[in-house]
């Protein structure tokens, strides 16, 4: 949505003068039948917000992106809400990453 690019400029702003960050870019979609992950859409979604970084001039090598796959303790125990380290419903989130040296240059 337009209305994210302000927030997605300070995030290309801030890689650009730090270079030992990159970033996670994790969305997650689930199946409004069963709330499993729809881990394609997921992709797509998060795969998007990529190509705004990319044509933002941002280094490739810093970026990756992924659908969230998991499934959390809560859902396992069949509450359908979301915990531990999952997104929230309908989400995607921006996680930076500490680079090891030879991944900044």
Known sequence: ???????LNEIVALLN???????????????????TPNTSLAQQQAQV?????????LNT??????AWKGTSDRQKQGT???SDDSPGIFSVEIRTRLLQPEDSQ
């Not at 949505?1 to 927030?7: A, F, G, I, K, N």
């Not at 996670?24 to 979609?29: D, E, G, K, P």
């Not at 990529?50 to 933002?56: C, I």
């Open 80 to 82: 359908g809400s979301f």
């Open 61 to 66: 090598r810093l970026i990756l992106a992924s």
């Open 49 to 57: 917000v990529v190509n705004y970084f990319l044509q933002q001039g």
């Open 17 to 35: 003068q730090t270079k030992n960050l990159g970033i996670n870019v994790l969305a997650y979609t689930p199946s409004l039948e069963d709330f």
């Open 1 to 7: 949505q337009v209305s994210s690019y302000p927030v």
